[in-house]
């Protein structure tokens, strides 16, 4: 428990170390967290897309206008 | 027969084969990032004694110092990249250039923050205008500059040639910059402030260093393929690979 | 077809034009002196009247109010050209596009920065700047002034093709602009001190040689990709 005590007092420096590596990491998650959640959007608003087209095709065929 | 790494790299700049070789890779590069990174802290953290001088607070240095040469490093590569996009005309180029500049900015963020922190205790300033600093913080506002003209274009590919140039142009400056804030330095002579008084350091402070140095390398490889990944998918919206994809994910 | 005409001549009547177009529209080119007199008129309201305080940073004061004055003006170097269409004549013509935009600059320069340079006496009487230094003042502003204007044009020319560009102008462009910056203001302030300042203006003037022949070449580049849709 004292080594455990020791280590987070980095010496007394510990409001400058911990802060720098909470950063770093904040900021990296971050950054890896962005482009998973573009991801998915990007494929939702695919699969939006095709299916408006598929339904757009089923209804071509029988070509008379639509019923009102 | 030597043609074949030119063939392959033709292969692979085609976005359909990237899509894969990325996602293949990106695990990958991920995990050992990671294990790399999980390495380095406890060598850093722990096992590495403090600093004669600078107690623990020099602990810094395995966070703040990789991440100063990352943005660099990015740098580079979006120029590269940028290069080859203007003058090859190759849609995976810009994209590669325009998906590295917010993990460059990140990392460019990284040291200016650490870097302050850091600077607190040792020099008793969060700030100084030092040759170093000013450059750095001059390689953010490039970094923002051609992120931010990337997304002022309506077309994207067009956007991406424009802040490919712009990254270009960067390069350039970037040498004038430092060697007239260098000299600014000398004519001020404020603050001059060495970080490393001594020039050796020691085996157990250079392992963990030169160990996160790669896990962040790693780390970009990683960022960069699931961004590219993520941008191919948007820039192709139209084609059938992509409409595969998109129904294969559809049950997740 | 009729023969093309020759460069020289084209380059004349490219600068001919510019010239007339910023005669006919006068009030614009008061504006950005306006501007860098009403900012200069502010330092001593917000920092106090004394005479040694604002000596010390006039220099810096005068170089930056007129890259901000010139800031402002660079955003309509090329805009009108772009609504009208000409520009896309010029990217067509047979003389050679780098040499055409030159001499662009060169009339923004004249419309532009040469007023700015002619009140900077006036700017620095204003703060107290000791006469002896300002030869030195306007010599840096003479080299200064032009690299701005060229590193600005190829800025300018890349964010052609879009709708918002003032402030992401100004983003891209200070940065660049650093060393400019720092080696114009430092020789006025070794001026200032009695020092030798021969070495910042050589190397402004050497910048200076780089960026007329380079950047016309970049800025023909980057009106290529921001006009090529």
């Known amino acids: ?28 998650i971050a950054d890896t967290v962005a482009p998973r959640l573009r991801r998915h959007q990007v494929l ?6 095709l299916a408006r087209q598929s339904v757009r095709q089923e209804r071509k065929p029988p070509s008379t206008p639509a019923s009102p | 027969m030597s043609n074949w790494i030119p063939l392959w790299l033709h292969r692979l700049s085609s976005p359909p084969t990237f899509y894969r070789f990325a996602g293949t890779l990106q695990p990958w590069a991920m995990t050992l990032a990671l294990l790399l990174g999980a390495v380095a802290l406890y060598g850093g953290l722990v096992l590495a004694p403090a600093d004669y001088q600078q107690g623990d607070a020099y602990r810094i240095i395995f966070i703040h110092v990789p991440s100063a040469w990352m943005g660099m490093f990015i740098y580079a590569v979006m120029g590269v990249a940028g290069f080859i996009a203007l003058v090859w005309r190759i849609k995976l180029a810009e994209v590669v250039a325009m998906q590295s500049a917010p993990i460059g900015a990140a990392f460019t963020f990284i040291t200016l923050v650490t870097g302050s922190l850091w600077g607190k205790p040792m020099w008793g300033t969060w700030w100084t205008w030092d040759a170093r ?3 750095e913080l001059v390689l953010l506002f490039l970094f923002l500059g051609v992120i931010g003209l990337y997304h002022a274009f309506e077309d994207r590919r067009q956007g991406a040639r424009a802040a490919a140039f712009l990254a270009i142009v960067g390069v350039i400056n970037v040498p004038i910059v430092h060697f007239s804030v260098n ?5 001020h002579q404020g603050s001059t402030v060495n970080v490393f008084g001594k020039s050796t350091m020691s085996w157990d402070m250079l392992w963990p260093l030169l160990t996160m140095t790669l896990a962040t390398k790693c780390y970009y490889a990683a960022s960069l393929f699931r961004r590219v990944r993520t941008d191919l998918l948007d ?3 139209g084609k059938d690979w992509v409409r595969q994809i998109a129904e294969s994910e559809a049950d997740r | 077809m009729a023969e093309h005409p020759g460069v020289a001549t084209a380059c004349a009547a490219m600068l001919r034009r510019d010239l007339t177009l910023a005669w006919r529209r006068r009030g614009d080119i008061a504006m950005p002196v306006l501007y860098a007199l009403i900012v200069t008129m502010l330092f001593p309201f917000a920092l106090g009247p004394e005479d040694t305080l604002l000596q010390r940073i006039a220099g810096g004061v005068i170089l930056v109010t007129v890259l901000l004055a010139m800031l402002l003006a660079l955003d309509a170097m090329f805009s009108s050209d772009i609504e009208d269409g000409s520009l896309e004549q010029l990217v067509l013509a047979p003389q050679p596009l780098a040499l055409l935009l030159g001499m662009k600059i060169l009339a923004h320069w004249i419309t532009t920065a040469l007023p700015l340079i002619v009140i900077a006496p006036l700017m620095a009487a204003m ?16 080299l200064a002034t032009p ?24 983003l891209m462009l200070l940065p660049l602009c650093v060393p400019a910056v720092i080696f114009a203001a430092g020789a006025v302030a070794a001026a200032q001190q009695g020092l030798p300042w021969l070495a910042p203006i050589a190397w402004l003037a050497a910048s200076l040689a780089l960026a007329v022949v380079l ?15």
């Not at chain 1, 020791?6 to 990296?28: C, E, T």
């Not at chain 3, 703060?127 to 003479?142: C, D, E, S």
């Open chain 3, 127 to 142: 703060l107290h700047l000791p006469g002896a230094v300002i030869p030195v003042l306007l010599l840096a502003l003479l």
């Open chain 1, 44 to 49: 939702r608003e695919l699969r939006a897309r």
């Open chain 3, 215 to 229: 950047a016309p070449l970049a800025c023909a580049a980057a009106l290529r990709i921001a006009l090529d849709a």
């Open chain 2, 235 to 237: 820039l192709e919206g």
């Open chain 1, 1 to 28: 428990m004292n080594a455990l005590q020791h280590f987070l007092a980095m010496g007394g420096y510990a409001a400058y170390v911990w802060p720098a590596y909470a950063l770093f990491f904040v900021v990296l």
């Open chain 3, 147 to 170: 690299l701005l204007s060229l590193l600005g044009a190829v800025l300018v020319a890349l964010t052609a093709g879009t709708r918002r560009s003032g402030m992401l102008l100004a």
């Open chain 2, 183 to 187: 000299w600014w330095n000398t004519l």
């Open chain 2, 133 to 135: 600093l000013t450059s």
